[in-house]
């Protein structure tokens, strides 16, 4: 652009090429049902803005949408996503009843708005960007920002200090007692009277290996806590009986197996008939 206000060739093309990929990324946002693809749809946006900005003669604004807004919010925005991770069907529930109609509105009374401004906004002569960047366009996009709209640049610091104070207070949790460590677990573990070693796995000192199948004891009884609490609130567990083996009608040479072995040699033994005390003589 030039002093006169008006655009050359280069920079219709440059328009004509970027602006329909825009619309499409933007169009992206609105109805990606993934949260992913509509961020980089927003990332596309922003590097085409880039681009055009460079095109216009404003480095520094362009350098800024990629570094700040591309580099630096999207990124860590996606970061996010994949670190969470959200499900497609997150993004089509409806959280708020009646969003939609809400933005419909607010959007028509924006676009409302600013086609008053442009149709009551008096023709200014254009300045030209020579004389907008006569002491280079930092120093230009610093004029304009910390001069004519250094109110506007408050409210808007005011506005996310506010939203950052907001965050803080919605994720802080005040606990109302200590934090209990490992040792203090350990010490209400002692003084409730829970059992402080593993309990054998399911199988152990008895005659199945299966998950529904109680662990026997040194002494013999079957430990119910060994099987898995899932199993035991569905009622699938199975007794010491159910995986015993038990001896075939008028043959004491063959038992039958309750795990499809069919008959095998053997013979079933019986479980003990009392504890055992540690005072048994050693053989």
Known sequence: MVETGRTTGAEEVLFWVLAPIMVIAALGLVFARRTVYAAMSVVLVMVCLAILYVAQEAPFLGVVQVIVYTGAVMMLFLFVLMLVGVDASDSLVETISGQRWIGVVFSLGLGAVLVGVVLTARGVAPRGLEG?????????????IFGDYVFALEVVGVLLITAALGALVLTHRQRLEKRMGQRERAEARVAEGAVLTPLPAPGVYARSNAMDA??????????????????????????????????????????????????????????????????????
């Open 214 to 283: 109680p662990a026997l004891g040194p002494d013999g009884r079957p430990l119910d806590s060994s099987v898995p609490r899932v199993l035991r609130v569905r009622g699938q567990e199975r007794s010491v009986a159910d995986v015993a083996a038990r001896p075939i009608d008028g043959t004491e040479h063959l038992i039958e197996v309750d795990e499809g072995l069919g008959e095998v040699p053997g013979t079933g033994s019986t479980p003990p008939e009392r504890g055992i005390t540690g005072e048994e003589p050693i053989r």
């Open 132 to 144: 907008a960047n006569a002491d280079t366009n930092p120093v230009g996009v610093a004029r304009v």
